[in-house]
Antibody, heavy 124, light 110 residues
Framework: QVQLVESGGGLVRPGGSLRLSCAAS????????INWIRQAPGRGLEWVSY????????YYADSVRGRFTTSRDNAKNSLFLQMNSLTAEDAATYYC?????????????????WGTGTTVTVSS | QSVLTQPPSASGTAGQRVTISCSGS????????LYWYRQLPGTAPKLLIF???QRPSGVPDRFSGSKSGTSASLAISGLRPEDEADYYC???????????FGGGTKLTVL
């Protein structure tokens, strides 16, 4: 079935780095834009980044630009989020989410497939 | 502070109809499609409404979305205990060149 599965979360010290992964299955991964969305404990949803289907176009929220890097490997049906210079404000559950298909070079903020999330804790 | 404004809470009794509002501006709701998500406790969000008022396959017609100007609303009819969840609106913001979410509304079924 159509599925996204995140991994790589854990405990990291402030200033540290972490790399999250998102494994896709059940659909043609290379056709879709994919997002990273995060949710701090007890808080709402925050868009973090999205990457185009071919990986050439990547956008970031202001809160993470310059510290986080999104990439993908379509041959391995995988998405990645490299997070550097982490702070307490980055502590959250991170979800990867597939954007609705609207064309080969089209981004939709509607997200129809979500992973179960991976939790990042930033603490000394 | 979220770009889109939702009431933090809403409630209704089983069988009732409830609506959840989402307010924005001309750069987001006023010029782009609106999406609604439901997040049950401890689970990932699920797409409820896309394109302002379209339901993905499998979403019952108890859920309906509407948009007018810079505001939108989600209506849930025939409220059920399992509808108790957090509901989020989302859209694209032209000024920010990014997707934006509402702060979420916690729906309680009394």
């Amino acid at each position: 079935q159509v599925q996204l599965v995140e991994s790589g979360g854990g405990l990291v010290r402030p200033g540290g780095s972490l790399r999250l992964s998102c494994a896709a299955s059940g659909f043609t991964f290379s056709d879709y834009y994919i997002n990273w969305i995060r949710q701090a404990p007890g808080r709402g949803l925050e868009w973090v980044s999205y990457i185009s289907s071919n990986g050439y176009t990547i956008y970031y929220a202001d809160s993470v630009r310059g510290r986080f890097t999104t990439s993908r490997d379509n041959a391995k049906n995988s998405l990645f989020l490299q997070m550097n210079s982490l702070t307490a404000e980055d502590a959250a559950t991170y979800y990867c989410a597939r954007s609705l298909y609207c064309g080969s070079d089209c981004y939709s903020p509607g997200m129809d497939v979500w992973g179960t999330g991976t939790t990042v804790t930033v603490s000394s | 502070q979220s770009v889109l404004t939702q009431p933090p809470s809403a409630s209704g009794t089983a069988g009732q109809r409830v609506t959840i509002s989402c307010s924005g501006s001309s750069s987001n709701i006023g010029s782009n499609n609106l999406y609604w998500y439901r997040q049950l406790p401890g689970t990932a969000p699920k797409l409820l409404i896309f394109g302002n008022n379209q339901r993905p396959s499998g979403v019952p017609d108890r859920f309906s979305g509407s948009k007018s100007g810079t505001s939108a609303s989600l209506a849930i009819s025939g409220l059920r205990p399992e509808d108790e969840a957090d509901y989020y609106c989302a859209t694209w913001d032209d000024s920010r060149s990014s997707p934006v979410f509402g702060g979420g509304t916690k729906l309680t079924v009394l």
